[in-house]
Structures are given as structure tokens and as C-alpha cells.
């Protein structure tokens, strides 16, 4: 059996980090983890291939040479999804989908032959069993959640790992909170199921293995859901790991905001090897943080909060949300205001979407205010809101225009630099120089020192950066690649905004 597995191209708003990429000299941010751990499910003596459309085109040849094309997908690439299809359809080899675009609305999916549902630990194999007896049904599905105990090593021999600016892992799935814009829980439940420790360093080895990084992010949905398993078991075997190979890199990832309520905790990741944490912070209104259900973020200063976070050596890159229902036209200026005082590096605001599975999107519905099929794009959204479409899309603009472009880039990275301070870890990571790390800077001071129009605040970061704490100049020298970055994608969003704008009028 021959398995061409295709993982969908990422929309251009959707990756923060697109145009870093290319500055960098890589094809895309994060390999495909889904694909090669559900490549490690298929049976050994399976040929298999995978093609990721972020780093190289989908060939027809690649298609006929497969005897099924197995595609897994996010909400986000609907639109690659769809090109695959067709292109698949065209070419006559049958699709097996599964991902959590089918998950929660497969029947949208006609061209889709066979459909895998939920975690692949569960519903993969009694598809495999009737594939080899020539007997396979349209749809598998689970109630269940998978013992990820049993999930393989990724295979990672399958891509080519330079193509990728960093590198990924999964410690667990779930998350033990509600929020009701999200579909966390409706896809993997509120218990967070977590890999054991030795599976996790198996996985830091076979990447260590397929080349250098300097970042692995540990995809989990809240790695912070289970502290009890983290703290006596993950965290101090991934610090006696590191201290036995001394490896280059540092760890990202993505949890709540209370991990500022545990000393112990912070400085167990520290430890470990974490800097930079992605943090839903969604908006400093408690109303609106009350009616998301977003009760984590309650009851504290937030902005407090991210600044001692900062100062714990931690670098954050905050969620932010507009478009409650309890907001109001004074919502976005408070919002815009806050993002600058918060110093967050990347800051990534999006309108208020329902994702199918999730409460809001039920709620929604009862109130038969969902507008359009859900689809993961910024600056527009499947829900008709309380202060009407163009307000929202008006107040998200202004919110973008103050904290996207360079001059503001700038300001709120000075306060970053402001609080922000090293680890008091005692385990030192020192990241491998190569060659092309001095090609790299070479055409990042090229591109972006001498030849974009808005150089002046790249130097002015370095220089002031370097003045106010030279042990700084990395860092500002990477967020001055940053400042780029967000200048695009603010241009990208801002020409989406007004099309949407320029429909409503002509509606």
C-alpha cells in the first residue's frame, strides 16, 4: 500500500511568521506533527510519502503514484483543502481526511472518499484493518479520547527538516477550561492526557538527530492543564536530559495566564529550557472575560501579571480578542492601549469567531446570529455582532493600526525591554553558530537595515536596545525581524478589512 500524505497550504494572515521566514532562508515555521504521528500509526511495511504544500507544490505524479492520499487539516486551510481536493478528484486516487476541519462538519467535504475522525490513535486502526480487507467504510468516529501513552514518535525522517524554521512536539491534549469561543475541549476533552516523560525524550532525540534548531515548540493545547504531572515528572526529567546533552535549543509553548501563581512552577520551566510562551489574554475587561467564561484571567491585574512574566525571563506572545458582545465603541482604544503598556513582543488580535463544537458557536445559532461557515480569517467573522459588522470592523482596524506598524512596534518593544530580564536558571543554553547564521544576519541588515523604507526603526531598536542593556542586542536584532513581520501582516489585514468594509457598503 502506497500513502501520499499532504498536509494543506497556511493562509498568508494566518502565519504570523511568514514573512520572517523568508528572511530566515526556510519554507515554513513548524513541520507537520499530526501527519507524522499519524505516518508512525500506519503499518511498517506501508510506503509512504509526504508532501507539505507550505514548503513544495502538490504534483499529479505525487497523486498517481499513491493508492490513497491521506489529507489532515485546520479550520485556517479550508481553502488548500479544497484545491487538494479537486486536484485529487481529478486525478482518480482516493482521499482519507481527518483533522479538525472534518471533525465538527465533514458532510461539507463531497470529494472526501473515507473520513477519520477524532484521534487517530483510535479511529486509525479499524480503518487500516478494512483497508487490508478490502472492506473500508466512509466514516470512523470516536466518543473517546486517546491513552496517548500508546501515540509513536513522529516520523521526522519523512521531511527535511531544514526546510523548517523551528521544530515541534506534543506533551499533552486537553485543557481543563471552558472559554467559550473555544473548540479545545469539544476536540480533546477538559482532562489533559499527557505523554510520559521518556516518550518526550525520545522525541528531543530523534529531533536532535535530523539537524540543528533552535527552538522546538511543545504544541500542546494548555501545558500547564496538568502541574501536577508537569512539575514531578516532565519538567525535572527534561532538566537531568539537558544537564546529560546540553542541547541548543530553547522551548516554546502555549498556557494560561496563572502560571504566574506558581514561584516553583515558573522556575521549573526555566529550568527546563522555556522562553517563549504564547498566552491568551483575549481582553482587560472582566465583563467580557466573564461572559467568554475565561475565568482564568479574572480576579487578578493583568497587566501586572504579564510584566512579572517578563521579568521572570519569559517571553509572551499574547492573544487578543475583539468583538464581544459586551464590548462597546470605547472597547477598541482600551483595548489598543493596553497592548502597548502590556510590552508583548507579537501581540495577535482577531475578531470574535464561533468555531463549530464550541458553546458560542450553540449559543449563536439558538440566537440565529451565525452569518457565514466558519472560517479562520482575520478581519472578518461568522457572527452577526451586537454593535453591528462595520463598527467591529472599523474599531479592529484602529486597533491594528496602533500596535502593527513600526513606529508602534517600536514603542512597545521599548517596553518590553523594560521588564523583561534573564532567567534566574542556573542551566545555560548557548544556541550552535553556523555559517549561514552570518548569511542570515547579513541579508537581515541588507533587507531590512538598508533596503525597507522604514529602516530607521530597526536601528533605532538596535541602538537603543544596546544602550539600555547590551546583553539585549540579540534579542532586539530578532524582534527588529519582527517589526518587519508585523508591518506586513498589518498591510495584508488591513486590505482584507476594507474589501469587507466596501461589501457592507455596497450591500
Not at 468516529?141 to 509513536?152: G, K, L, N, R
Request: contains cysteine; aromatic residues 12%; glycine residues 4%.
Amino acid at each position: 500500500m502506497r500513502i501520499l500524505l499532504v498536509y494543506p497550504e497556511m493562509p498568508d494572515t494566518f502565519y504570523a511568521l511568514k514573512h520572517f521566514i523568508k528572511i530566515a532562508g526556510k519554507k515554513a515555521a513548524f513541520p507537520p506533527l499530526g501527519l507524522l504521528t499519524v505516518a508512525s500509526l500506519l503499518p511498517k511495511h506501508w510506503e509512504k510519502k509526504v508532501v507539505d504544500l507550505n514548503t513544495k507544490p502538490l504534483l499529479d505524479n505525487d497523486i498517481r503514484w499513491a493508492d490513497y492520499v491521506f489529507l489532515s487539516a485546520m479550520n485556517v486551510q479550508e481553502e488548500s483543502v479544497r484545491e487538494v481536493l479537486a486536484q485529487c478528484k481529478k486525478v482518480g486516487t482516493k482521499v482519507v481526511a481527518g483533522g479538525p476541519l472534518f471533525t465538527h462538519e465533514y458532510e461539507r467535504f463531497d470529494l472526501v472518499d473515507h473520513f477519520v475522525l477524532n484521534e487517530a490513535e483510535i479511529t486509525l486502526p479499524p480503518f487500516i484493518a478494512d483497508i487490508e480487507s478490502n472492506a473500508p467504510k466512509r466514516i470512523y468516529q470516536s466518543t473517546e479520547f486517546a491513552d496517548v501513552t500508546s501515540s509513536p514518535i513522529p516520523m521526522f525522517e519523512l521531511i527535511n527538516m531544514d526546510d523548517y524554521l523551528y521544530d515541534i512536539i506534543q506533551y499533552s491534549r486537553g485543557c481543563p477550561y471552558l472559554c467559550d469561543f473555544c473548540d479545545v475541549t469539544a476536540l480533546f476533552g477538559r482532562k489533559p492526557r499527557t505523554k510520559t516523560p521518556q516518550q518526550i525524550i525520545d522525541e528531543l532525540e530523534a529531533i536532535q538527530q535530523c539537524g540543528t534548531t533552535q527552538l522546538v515548540l511543545f504544541a500542546d493545547d494548555n501545558l500547564i492543564g496538568n502541574k501536577r504531572l508537569l512539575k514531578s515528572e516532565l519538567l525535572p526529567a527534561i532538566i537531568e536530559w539537558r544537564k546529560k546533552t546540553n542541547p541548543s535549543f530553547f522551548f516554546a509553548t502555549q498556557l494560561t495566564v496563572n502560571l504566574v501563581d506558581d514561584e516553583e512552577l515558573m522556575q521549573l520551566l526555566a529550568d527546563a529550557g522555556f522562553r517563549h510562551v504564547f498566552i491568551g489574554i483575549e481582553t482587560p475587561d472582566e465583563i467580557s472575560l466573564k461572559h467568554a467564561h475565561k475565568n482564568q484571567n479574572l480576579k487578578r491585574n493583568i497587566l501586572d501579571t504579564i510584566h512579572l512574566i517578563h521579568q521572570k525571563g519569559f517571553i509572551i506572545s499574547g492573544g487578543f480578542i475583539v468583538g464581544f458582545d459586551t464590548d462597546t465603541e470605547k472597547s477598541f482604544e482600551i483595548q489598543r492601549q493596553f497592548i502597548q503598556e502590556t510590552g508583548i513582543p507579537l501581540p495577535i488580535v482577531n475578531i470574535l469567531k464561533a468555531p463549530p463544537g464550541t458553546e458560542l458557536y450553540e449559543r449563536m445559532k439558538r440566537e440565529k446570529r451565525l452569518i457565514k461557515d466558519f472560517a479562520f480569517e482575520e478581519g472578518d467573522t461568522n457572527i452577526n455582532p451586537v454593535m453591528g459588522e462595520e463598527k467591529l470592523l472599523n474599531g479592529f482596524l484602529n486597533v491594528i493600526e496602533g500596535i502593527y506598524p513600526p513606529e508602534h512596534a517600536y514603542q512597545r518593544l521599548q517596553q518590553f525591554f523594560k521588564h523583561h530580564r534573564f532567567t534566574s536558571s542556573t542551566i545555560k543554553i548557548k544556541p550552535k553558530l553556523k555559517a549561514s547564521d552570518l548569511l542570515l544576519i547579513l541579508r537581515v541588515v541588507y533587507l531590512l537595515g538598508i533596503k525597507d523604507k522604514h529602516r530607521k526603526y530597526f536601528w533605532k531598536l538596535i541602538l537603543w536596545t544596546y544602550k539600555f542593556n547590551p546583553k539585549f542586542a540579540d534579542k532586539a536584532f530578532f524582534y527588529g525581524m519582527m517589526m518587519y513581520q508585523m508591518n506586513q501582516t498589518y498591510l495584508h489585514i488591513r486590505s482584507q478589512v476594507e474589501q469587507n468594509l466596501v461589501r457592507l457598503k455596497s450591500a
